[in-house]
């Protein structure tokens, strides 16, 4: 089994919605943050939102407080990212990620270093034209 498989990318106008959604192994989905991460063309890797599967506590970007929502299914071991009203500036390839920090912990909260994350998913498309 791939350790993150996203899918759910797309293209759509502004003010429109899309869901990303990222399936993990099970070991992966209990033991690690998960997250979702993008990249624009020539800019840096910039973690989205977070989750700590054990309890459920997000964090996100400023950016994208009150329009994207990461939610979780312990019974599928998969975790959706929800994004309403969104703008150009959303446009990116948008990647699941899951790692734990320094310490090993897996509880997590932006800003979370990308070098954190062992495991990347492939990448999906999200496209927002105005």
């Known amino acids: 089994q791939e350790p993150l498989v996203e899918s759910g990318g797309g293209s759509v106008q502004a003010g429109g919605s899309l869901t990303l959604t990222c399936v993990a192994s099970p070991s992966i989905y209990k033991t690690n943050c998960l997250g979702w991460f993008r990249q624009a063309p020539g800019k840096e890797r910039e973690g989205v939102a977070v989750i700590y599967t054990a309890d459920g506590d997000t964090s996100y970007i400023s950016s994208v407080k009150g329009r994207f929502t990461i939610s979780q299914d312990n019974a599928r071991n998969t975790v959706s990212l929800q994004m309403n009203n969104l703008k150009p500036e959303d446009t990116a390839m948008y990647y699941c990620?899951?790692?734990?920090?320094?310490?090993?912990?897996?509880?997590?909260?932006?800003?979370?270093?990308?070098?954190?994350?062992?495991?990347w998913g492939q990448g999906t498309q999200v496209t927002v034209s105005s």
């Open positions: 990620a899951a790692g734990r920090d320094e310490y090993g912990s897996s509880w997590c909260a932006l800003p979370w270093p990308a070098r954190y994350n062992r495991y």
